[in-house]
């Protein structure tokens, strides 16, 4: 026991180590990069079709999933994609083979609380595999872009799979958030696989499971964002179902505080990205007062981005009239600050800093920004203006 459990240790390593080898590779020039990639690309592919310990395949598909972000289109060669796209077919189909088994013990005479607590773990660890199926395709769609849509098509079906209604949770979450990917990378062209995933993402917003929620509300952002003219209907129907979210009487509950900021993000993509999908001006008043997102970081930006056009454009809503609203934005931007949602090194942090030194010239106007604001707020600002 005590050796086996050193060996999958030392596996996990090597796994580990990999990108970082790739990183300390750079500096000896892409032609030495790209030889010792070959050297591990094979050797990583193989072992994912042929790990059997469960907590090293979900290392090593983590690894080789950010090998191919480091190296970029062009890293893999037919014969990787082939057996790639052989293996992943495999473990998804190994996913779904494995529920149908735990539900055949579910029936068993012999089942009982340990036994469903076996179960539940065997369950997890399938899931923790998915996500790193996931992770593979999200690596191989942001590098090849739509490029990789033929070969994805081998696992169309069993993605399509992953998202029925009668799926638990993480499947339909981790199903959609694939074509999340495929949205977001491979736009327009993934709208030819549009019949198979819209009407699930679009009725997924209102699921009770905010991760499944989350994932959705993200696809319609990245719809609005990169998706084309094709989605533009879908983007006016997802609005009443978002806001619908977003105002539930428990929507910030630490549960559904990620779903519901994802759905503000969102909001907020179709409102500048796709403006004549929706009436900007009556949605506007209320993604302000939404407004910051605290827990999604990365979601925060966006919208901190938009804010900044809207200010800088001197959006009448947005600053209302006689420049009324500005202590609101003052506040929000002091939030982001204070709950670090945005960061000096965020490109929008320079634009909040603007906005604040052009109030800071009316002194009036500063005044009485200023005196809405409690001190660790205050002290925000000040960190702001110090750092950006």
Same mark, same amino acid.
């Given at each position: 026991m005590g050796v086996s459990l050193t060996v999958s240790r030392v596996r996990v390593a090597a796994a580990e180590s990999m990108p970082l080898l790739l990183e300390c590779a750079r500096v000896r020039g892409p032609d030495y990069l790209t030889q010792m990639w070959h050297f591990m690309c094979d050797a990583l592919i193989k072992a994912i079709g042929t790990e059997p310990d469960s907590d090293v395949l979900s290392e090593i598909m983590h690894s080789f999933a950010k090998c191919i972000e480091l190296m970029?289109?062009?890293?893999?060669?037919?014969?990787?994609?082939?057996?790639?796209?052989?293996?992943?077919?495999?473990?998804?189909?190994?996913?779904?083979?494995?529920?149908?088994l735990r539900q055949a013990k579910r029936q068993d005479e012999d089942y009982d609380e340990q036994v469903e607590e076996s179960l539940q773990d065997e369950d997890e660890n399938d899931v923790y595999i998915l996500t790193k199926v996931s992770d593979i395709l999200h690596s191989v769609f942001s590098s090849y872009k739509e490029k990789v849509l033929p070969w994805f098509e081998q696992l169309l079906q069993l993605i399509v799979q992953l998202?029925?209604?009668?799926?638990?949770?993480?499947?339909?979450?981790?199903? =959609?958030?694939?074509?999340?990917?495929?949205?977001?990378?491979?736009?327009?062209?993934?709208?030819?696989y549009a019949e198979y995933f819209l009407r699930p993402m679009l009725q997924s917003l209102c699921d009770t499971s905010p991760e499944v929620r989350q994932a959705a509300a993200y696809g319609v952002g990245v719809m609005a964002q990169y998706g084309g003219e094709n989605y533009r209907p879908f983007c006016t129907e997802a609005i009443p179902l978002l806001v619908r979210v977003i105002q539930a009487a428990d929507?910030?509950?630490?549960?559904?505080?990620n779903a519901?900021?994802?759905?503000?993000?969102?909001?907020?993509? @179709?409102?500048?990205?796709?403006?004549?999908? &929706?009436? @900007?001006?009556?949605?506007l008043p209320h993604w302000l007062s939404w407004l910051p997102l605290n827990e999604d970081k990365e979601e925060a @930006?966006?919208?901190?981005?938009? =804010?900044c056009d809207l200010i800088e454009s001197n959006n009448p809503i947005v600053l209302g009239p006689d420049n009324a609203n500005l202590p609101k934005i003052f506040l929000i931007i002091a939030d982001g600050v204070a709950n670090e949602s945005v960061k000096s090194e965020d490109a929008c942090s320079k634009r909040l800093a603007n906005v604040i030194r052009? &109030?800071?010239?009316?002194?009036? =106007?500063?005044?009485q920004c200023v005196s809405t604001l409690n001190e660790t707020q205050q002290k925000a600002i000040q960190d702001l203006l110090n750092t950006a």
């Open positions: 970029g289109d062009g890293c893999l060669n037919n014969e990787h994609f082939e057996e790639l796209g052989g293996i992943l077919k495999g473990k998804l189909e190994e996913h779904f083979k494995n529920q149908e998202i029925c209604p009668s799926r638990p949770w993480a499947d339909r979450q981790w199903g =959609l958030c694939i074509f999340d990917d495929v949205v977001e990378h491979c736009s327009p062209a993934s709208f030819k929507s910030r509950s630490k549960e559904n505080v519901t900021e994802n759905c503000i993000s969102a909001v907020g993509k @179709v409102m500048r990205f796709r403006p004549e999908c &929706v009436n @900007v001006n009556e949605i @930006v966006h919208t901190f981005d938009f =804010l052009q &109030v800071q010239v009316s002194a009036g =106007l500063w005044t």
